[in-house]
């Protein structure tokens, strides 16, 4: 069975910093591209960035509202996601989700909740 | 405000057939694989269509997708209570260089 577990979440302050991890099993992780996705309260979904398997290049494309902030990384001997997040801001308070299953995101975990706040 | 525009609510009665269209650009519905996802509340969203008209295993064939030029649509048909749930169209940017959501539909079973 597929299973993707997010943990880290927390109430940082404004200009702090936090680091997620996606726990994955049951499939080879290695050979995934994974991706962060999140969710505002009470708004809609927004895509946060992705990390391609080391075979295609294991390069990382971030979405404009966190490029040069976040750094999504992946540690595949521990098939564990990683995402950096530095210089919070109070727009970034979310329900953070790591995802993979190519084509589309078939497998998700069940978030992990982030609040930025004074 | 989304790349993709999606009307913010749609509604139906059980067993109706409900459409929700998702509206993008060359640059990214025009050129792009389409993907659909339903979000029950409180949920995790969940894959209802892969590139543009694809089901994967276990998701009803009541739901179905298609694509045309720069717009895509998602055809529920024989709706059930249990279809009440956000749903977003999503696809790939080429000018943005990012993955793209629609802002989501709200689907209500009346």
Known sequence: ????????????????????????????????????????????????????????????DYGAPVKGRFTISRDDSKTTLYLQMNSLKSEDTAVYYC???????????????????S | QSVLTQPPSASGTPGQRVTISCSGSSSNIGSNYVYWYQQLSGMAPKLLIYKNNQRPSGVPDRFSGSKSGTSASLAISGLRSEDEADYYCVTWDDSLTSVVFGGGTKLTVL
């Open chain 1, 1 to 60: 069975e597929v299973q993707l577990v997010e943990s880290g979440g927390d109430l940082v302050k404004p200009g702090g910093s936090l680091r997620l991890s996606c726990a994955v099993s049951g499939f080879t992780f290695s050979n995934a591209q994974m991706t962060w996705v999140r969710q505002a309260p009470g708004k809609g979904l927004e895509w946060v960035g992705r990390i391609k398997s080391k075979v295609d290049g294991g390069t990382t």
């Open chain 1, 99 to 117: 995802a993979t299953g190519e084509p589309g995101w078939k497998y998700w975990g069940q978030g992990t909740l982030v609040t930025v706040s």
